[in-house]
């Protein structure tokens, strides 16, 4: 029998209703649509609106939809990967919260955090569930209430950030489509540049953290985008490489929806024309865990079966990371 592969069989995503511009954004801090739109490629973003709504609560209508398209009920699921950076709360895992909103009583799971990498390392992690062949189902949620841990007085983050849900759906394959290869990469002394100060153990919630405005996602742009512009880049790269690839077996870059400058990199050092390379930064704006799935889902009709992409992320961390897949459908 041919080796199992792990094969992407569905894809859908959500984004809320709320349209937060960039116009709208110039009355909140010192910044104007021309400014955000030269620097992040950025137009505008959507924000979960309403009490008591969280990260699960984006990711439940994004698989809700999947499972519809995939003709499958959630108890047929039997595991599920929820990538985020902004879970309902520090613990239970938001993947149990998920599960129980969708009905997946018969799905194990674990929430991931890699920063804005995460859905590429989740695909990377639930692959290998399905190569075992211990699972059959594997959904691998990307998913992040982004809103919740914005300052906007902050210009330097304010912009970028929107909130957005995507998944996939991992089944095996014996015809050689799915996760073909991937590199994935850390390093924790990029910490400084982009972190939360307070909230965790080392730093607990207090009064004085609450006041310095500490719970925020907190960044320095010129740094990260120094690190990341040629990180990005060069694992697209390398994977391409590992596998023989050229830019003429490439037909779809997916990258990380971070700023368009790196995504501009990322094609260039890829060799890969920009019709080739998936962008919808300008409506969403940095999803995080989300910006990928979302690709794949806005662009899945215009996917041919066998159809080689590359996915590739950068995060806070930092992490890093890119994947070679195989269109299955």
Known sequence: MSRITAAV????????????????????VDTNDEWITTRTGIKERRILKGEGLGTSDLAVPAVQGLLKKRGIGAEEIDLIIFCTTTPDMPFPATANLFADKIGAVNAWGFDLQAACSGFVFGLTTGAQFIESGKHKKVLVVGADKMSSIIDYQDRATCIIFGDGAGAALLEPNYDGYGV????????????????????????????????????YAYQEGKAVFKFAVTNMADVAAEVMERNNLTADDVAWLVPHQANKRIIDATAARTGLSEDKVIVNIERYG???????????????????KGDNLILAAFGGGFTWGSLYLKWAY
């Open 9 to 28: 069989t569905a894809v859908n995503g959500y984004v809320p209703d709320y349209v937060l511009t960039n116009h709208e954004l110039s009355q909140m």
């Open 286 to 304: 940095n999803t995080t865990n989300a910006t990928i799935p979302l690709c794949l889902w806005e662009w899945e009709s215009k996917f041919k």
């Open 180 to 215: 073909i290869d991937s590199v994935l990469k850390s390093d924790g002394s990029g910490i400084p540049f982009l972190h939360m100060k307070a909230g965790g153990s080392i730093k607990p919630a207090s009064h004085e953290t609450v006041d310095a405005r500490e719970h």
